[in-house]
């Protein structure tokens, strides 16, 4: 993960994938990277556990940059960076 301040992050794309199990949040965000800029950050909301452990995998294995998650009221705040 990152040292970036990720309550202080710009994002350009927010997903909102509350309520979907797996892998739905991964699919979603798999999706929604062709949707920000090199460089920009996209945002996504998920209340499934396990997309802590999947968007990063995802995000490392296809040359993203995965910046960590913030815990929110019932459900977490990820943040990837688009590299490519």
């Known amino acids: 993960m990152s040292d970036v301040d990720l ?3 710009e994002v350009a794309s ?3 994938s509350r309520g979907s199990a797996c ?3 991964l ?3 798999k999706k929604g990277i062709g949707k920000v ?3 920009e950050v996209m945002e996504v909301y998920s209340n499934d556990e396990g997309t802590r452990i ?6 490392e294995k296809v040359g993203h940059e995965y910046l960590g ?4 009221d019932g459900y977490d705040r ?3 960076r688009r590299k490519k």
């Open 69 to 72: 998650y913030l815990e929110a």
């Open 54 to 59: 999947d968007l990063k995998a995802w995000a």
């Open 7 to 9: 309550n202080t992050v």
């Open 78 to 80: 990820h943040f990837i």
């Open 37 to 39: 800029r090199v460089g």
């Open 27 to 29: 699919l979603e965000a």
């Open 14 to 16: 927010t997903i909102d």
């Open 23 to 25: 892998p739905g949040p």
